[in-house]
């Protein structure tokens, strides 16, 4: 197991509806075979249009918005609502923000995470000839645990969930805990380079097993299906 | 913002009751200011002797250990318990853990993880002359996301969480999400170089944010006190 580093790509311009996020990300960062990329969420919502106008000073709009993007609310306090989005995302608000987008707009999330990994994957490849891991990331809260957290909402050419199922630990007992959600730990990692105020959309994690580069899906891997959940 | 590297720590021999860490870890790693230490809770348990005999046979007796770790079950199914264990933290099992143990001993979490990362850091310090950030980790699922990850259950001299209330975002719209689990990030990224099986128990975070190494506590920082809970 060698080091890893995560490296934060500066300079970015700053991003609108139609914007090819491949063609940014491509004149910014020194990409390499075997890297992961990772990008935020608000990026790939703004290159992808998924704004919606409303006025902050009007919550019922706002509320409305959120209303729309959720499937099934599963708790309320306040101004806060947790529901589930019609990807299986629960987080808050549906993932719809207001903050870093222009005044007077919220941004949804991408209608397919996974799918826009993939095309910023393709991108790359095609503009730079590597082959890299994509991770679209956002902020979601936890139960239980103060402090929100970056996780992985898209993926594409690196897994999501890593199957240890069968292998042994140090001392040949066969291992209790078999899946580690990656995508997640990537996300997070690539968060600590990024900063919620200074504006670096996009990190680079340098130097991952190169046996998580493969074809995957968060959708598939990591939204866990109702029927298996204790807390839905 | 300049690049994180996340550095395996190898060569530390099999860790037993009364092992002092900090010992073992500046014999193994070529430490600096200002690195955090990563620590996984399975050494922890063990250099502190929070070994249990239990017959891995025999379910109701490793039934009865959980059971006395919880203070509360919030859910059960099949084998699998969910709770909250006395620290506040609500994972599986309480955190009684019977991989990479020796046959016939479960390992409990340590009874004050800050405690045990402040303990290790102080030794670090007197060892080496570094100061350092402490993080002491464990392994936990998720609701509505498979897989599992990292966490911090316990800190010393690096923020659990940081506080970006009344900064602003790029546009200089202030912020709505402010708290960032920067410990929780931290566990995550460690656990990305440590691999659940390759038996690398300590990793070290290189190039944190400066203003982030101060002291800390998850119990007070993450731990969400139950009646702000919307899920307990």
Redesign the interface.
Known sequence: ????????V?GLPEVRPGDVLAELIAGAAALEDGDVVVVTQKVVSKAEGRLEPVDPDDPRGQRAIIERESVRVL?R?GDLV?SETRH???CANAGV???????GYAALLPVDPDRSARRIRDGLRARLGVSVGVIVSD?FG??????????AIGCAGVA??VD?RG?????G??????????A???A??A??????????PVAV?RG??PTWLREASVRR????PPGE????
Chains 1, 2 share one sequence.
Do not use: C, H, Y
């Not at 197991?1 to 934060?8: E, N």
């Open positions: 197991m060698t080091a890893l580093s995560i490296i934060p500066t708790r306090r947790i299986g995302f629960v923000d207001l903050s870093n987008v222009d005044e902020t936890r139960p239980w645990r103060q402090g929100v957290v970056d996780v999501a969930v240890l292998t042994r630990d140090a001392s007992r066969e291992l209790q805990v078999t899946e580690v959600a990656v997640d730990e990537l997070a990692a968060e600590l380079v990024m900063g919620k105020a200074s504006g670096v994690v991952v097993d891997e990591i939204v866990r959940d204790l807390f839905r």
